[in-house]
């Protein structure tokens, strides 16, 4: 595996290159790549001048190289130069993909004095468009000085609930096996939006959606530790949501401003055309006062699964028909005799309003497996009112921080299905964690 560096010979690129040097010795990397690309127009020159251009750039980088090795004193690691010719990013890019690259450096004064969104640089189109993790370096000084064992790395890492993010918490789970890393976990959440803030978790509004729920984020701070998971390797983990209103990527940076972020790591849905301009990573790369590291997800595969989940935690949903109540005893399999907590959870229905809560805690209760059910396995009932029986399903599930969720379902089918609707339907739409659906046996 290697490391390859971007470099137009500037004094930002010497900079990339203490970066990439520092980081190649510290990951224990065996080949580095210095390279520099040539304009396409040199090809309009005769072959003695072209010759003597690329000549002089592969000088260049032969004692950039040799200063760097010198600088590094670690014999196990080989710098190469090499000199290529076309469109920067394209062709560095595809120059990393043959060295079977891990990591590709560059560097980028970036755009933050202009308050025009101009087209992106080259290293903006290289982190768009790479297929494996780049670092944009803007100040090569604490990545370096971390690298060398000389300080902790202030990271940024941000997240969300998509598969984009997966490969970014693998990236700083390697980083931090190797050296302290002090890592802040930012998430920017909208509670104007469906689904974020109060409403992820069907609490009542109690502020402007300007302002922050505590309890709601005290919850969304839960999650997003189960999110990450354990990162290993040394260094304080910290989560910070971050409330706000607009483009995402403006309060991310926010964010990595007053925790003096020495960089932010991120993953990318490799947005094109116009969405790119509302893109979280692309405005993050172009405003960023920092240094930035996109580490795409793959494209073709999904990545392995580090260890199997713990399913320590299971809502069962059941309107107590005989039906529903028939996906009780599958709850209580998946926490099996590891331990854990079952919820059986009750959505009140218009006919049983003369019934006490208590009244109907206590027929689920009754529900609960004769036989089967370890001492540790706990059983907690809640009974809610609701006018939508799935999203008051799917709002218990992120209160109450369930691992999976569990219901049977009447298996409808056709108009009647089209009349009268399917919450367990609507559950396996809606909800953003593991449902088991029940299916009914037949007649």
């Not at 930002?12 to 010795?25: E, P």
């Not at 940024?156 to 096996?177: F, G, M, N, P």
């Not at 803030?197 to 729920?213: F, K, M, T």
Request: hydrophobic share 45%.
């Amino acid at each position: 595996m290697s490391i390859v560096c971007g470099t137009d010979f500037s004094e930002r690129s010497r900079s990339a290159i203490a970066v990439a040097g520092a980081l190649a010795s510290r990951l224990k990397v065996t080949e580095l790549w210095l390279v520099h690309v040539l304009d396409p127009a040199t090809r309009s020159l005769d072959s003695a001048a072209h010759e003597a251009v690329r000549t002089a750039a592969l000088k260049r980088l032969a004692e950039e190289a040799a200063r760097l090795a010198a600088e590094l004193g670690d014999t196990s690691l080989r710098v190469h130069p090499a000199v290529l010719l076309g469109s920067t990013s394209d062709t560095l890019l595809e120059f990393s993909e043959q060295k079977q690259a891990q990591l590709v450096v560059v560097s980028s004064e970036g755009h933050r004095a202009s308050s025009v969104y101009r087209v992106g640089g080259t290293s903006e189109r290289l982190a768009q468009a790479a297929r494996l993790p780049v670092l944009v370096v803007r100040d090569g000084g604490p990545l370096e000085a971390w690298a060398k064992g000389e300080r902790p790395l202030r990271l940024l890492l941000a997240v969300d609930w998509s598969r984009s993010c997966e490969a970014a918490i693998r990236w700083v789970k390697a980083l931090r096996a190797s050296s302290p890393v002090d890592v802040v976990v930012g998430y920017v959440y909208n509670s104007g939006f469906p689904g974020e803030g109060p409403a992820r978790y069907g609490l009542p509004w109690r502020y402007p959606i300007v302002e922050r729920d505590p309890e709601a984020e005290a919850l969304l701070i839960r999650d997003l530790r189960a999110r990450i998971g354990e990162l290993g390797g040394q260094g304080d983990v910290v989560v910070r949501p971050q409330l706000g209103v607009g483009r995402l990527g403006d309060h991310l940076l926010e964010l990595a401003e007053a925790e003096r972020a020495d960089l932010i790591v991120m993953g990318t849905h490799h947005r094109r055309g116009l969405a790119r301009l509302s893109s979280v990573a692309a405005v993050t790369l172009h405003h960023s006062r920092t240094a930035v590291a996109i580490v795409p997800a793959p494209e073709t595969a999904l990545l392995a699964p580090e260890e199997v989940p713990s399913i320590r935690r299971v809502l069962v949903a059941t309107d107590l028909s005989p039906h529903a109540n028939s996906a009780v005893p599958f709850g209580y399999a998946l926490v099996s005799e590891r331990g854990g907590e079952v919820y059986l959870f009750h959505v009140r229905g218009k006919d049983e309003q003369a019934k006490s809560e208590i009244d109907l805690a206590a027929q689920l209760r009754s529900l609960v497996p004769l036989r089967g059910v370890p001492p540790s396995v706990v059983t907690r009932t809640e009974v809610v009112q609701h006018r939508d029986a799935a999203k008051a399903i799917c709002q218990a599930a992120e209160r109450l921080g369930v691992d999976a969720l569990c219901i049977a379902s009447h298996g409808r089918a056709g108009i009647e299905r089209a009349a009268l609707g399917s919450v367990a339907e609507a559950v396996m739409r809606e909800s953003r964690r593991p449902v088991l659906v029940v299916r009914p046996l037949p007649a």
